[in-house]
């Protein structure tokens, strides 16, 4: 690289041909106009609120089970619902006791006599 002492540091000369670019090697950008996600910037992620809240009461169908078996799955809105001691096909009043980003986990109410 010429003229090393002439260009700030962190900064690579790059020819190519005619035209001289220059790279910044710490300066990344993500592709959201060039904020890197710490503030600012247009970067704007969208959070839909979750249609269930802790303690309230809804029936819903088990549709499968979870990976480790140990609770029945079942969805309100698309929000997945975890159900312990269930197994699939059930129909059940659950109270919910937790709600996280994506997901949430209830407690047995009652299961509702196969119709």
Do not use: C, W
Request: glycine share 14%; no cysteine; aromatic share 6%.
């Amino acid at each position: 690289m010429e003229n090393s002492e002439s260009q700030p540091s962190g900064i690579e000369q790059i020819s190519q041909g005619d035209n001289s670019q220059r790279r910044y090697p710490n300066n990344r950008s993500n592709g959201n106009g060039g904020s890197n996600g710490n503030g600012g910037g247009s970067y704007n992620r969208f959070f839909k609120p979750s249609p269930v809240n802790a303690g309230e009461e809804h029936e819903i169908d088990i549709e499968s089970m979870s990976k480790r078996g140990d609770a029945g799955v079942g969805r309100i809105q698309g929000l997945v619902i975890f159900v312990p001691n269930t197994k699939v096909g059930d129909k059940v009043k659950v109270k919910i006791t937790r709600v996280g980003r994506g997901y949430a986990t209830a407690d047995l109410v009652e299961a509702k006599p196969e119709e």
